[in-house]
């Protein structure tokens, strides 16, 4: 990866999408090691307001950063020629989207602070700002289903079938099938119905979601027994595709049974979430930089080879290098 200065601003150009995902992870691991509130300090909020006025606006702050770390992503983005051009539109779509999701969130805690002040805001303002908050997180939903079809020329009704693997397991094989388990998962179409029972107190909707976790969970999983005994892929790349996929099954199941608690009023299961939750994600940042590194490599090989396909159908046209 490359840098560009542009109106005294330095920007990096990226050389394949890895690259791309790898630097928005960079920011999203800078932040999640921001130090947490421990269980006392949580309990602590509970009573102080004054404490939780404080951690909140450093909660804004964190999310300020991540605002303008994916705006200097986003500039990268655009300024990198070896990137397709509706690659670079879909990559600029989805970081879009993250951020009027962060400046949503940001909205939502401006609600809570100005109640904690005694500046209690009208019931449409709240309705107006929750409703905010669920579209801009539909949009981060459908900018990511979008970018997966830009990238690996996936369409609407596609399957795992549709990317199976009967022989030797590439890298590029686990890429896609990764890929594909996320866009056939209609967590979209779930969320347009969960999100607004969720804010109006409804949890039966929850299992909906729990059903989807732990059906995600078992198709990331059943890929193990193909990554371990590949013969196509190298000992560093099937390290790296075995530990995110170990670590997605643990996330994926935190979520259930914490999900599976809020559904069915289990104080414990969901306080179990919130305690395990931080932990299992911070875990699992350095194994995707790995994961990313490992991906950078492979496609830098292959683009000194002419042959940068970006994990796509050989019919389908390759991201930033025309139809070579």
Excluded: W
């Amino acid at each position: 990866m490359s840098q560009d200065k542009f109106n005294g601003e330095a920007l990096p150009k990226y050389e394949n999408h890895a690259q791309v995902f790898k630097a928005t992870q960079a920011i999203a691991a800078k932040i999640a090691v921001q130090e947490q509130p421990s269980m006392e300090e949580q309990m602590e909020m509970m009573f102080d307001p004054s404490k939780a006025q404080g951690f909140m606006q450093k909660q804004k702050e964190t999310l300020t950063q991540l605002v303008d770390g994916l705006e200097k992503v986003k500039k990268g983005v655009s300024n990198s020629d070896a990137l397709s051009e509706d690659l670079r539109d879909a990559f600029t779509g989805m970081i879009l989207a993250q951020q009027g999701t962060a400046t949503a969130n940001m909205n939502m805690m401006d609600l809570s602070l100005a109640a904690m002040t005694g500046a209690e805001p009208s019931e449409e303002q709240a309705m107006q700002t929750m409703i905010g908050q669920q579209m801009a997180q539909e949009n981060t939903l459908k900018s990511q289903k979008n970018l997966l079809e830009t990238l690996y020329g996936f369409q609407s009704g596609q399957t795992l079938a549709d990317v199976a693997v009967n022989g030797d397991m590439t890298i590029e094989d686990f890429e896609r099938y990764n890929a594909m388990v996320q866009y056939s998962a209609n967590m979209d179409e779930v969320m347009k119905d969960v999100m607004p029972a969720l804010q109006t107190g409804d949890t039966s909707a929850v299992s909906d979601i729990v059903d989807i976790m732990e059906d995600v969970a078992q198709k990331v999983g059943a890929v193990k027994a193909k990554v371990s005994s590949s013969t196509a892929m190298t000992d560093e790349q099937k390290t790296a595709c075995l530990q995110i996929t170990e670590k997605a099954e643990q996330l994926y199941s935190v979520l259930s049974e914490g999900l599976t608690g809020i559904a069915n009023d289990d104080e414990t299961a969901a306080m179990g979430m919130m305690m395990s939750l931080p932990q299992v994600m911070q875990e699992t940042l350095p194994l995707q930089a790995k994961y990313y590194d490992v991906l950078d490599t492979y496609y830098q090989a292959k683009a000194t080879s002419n042959d940068n396909t970006v994990a796509r159908k050989p019919s389908a046209k390759k991201p930033g290098t025309g139809n070579n």
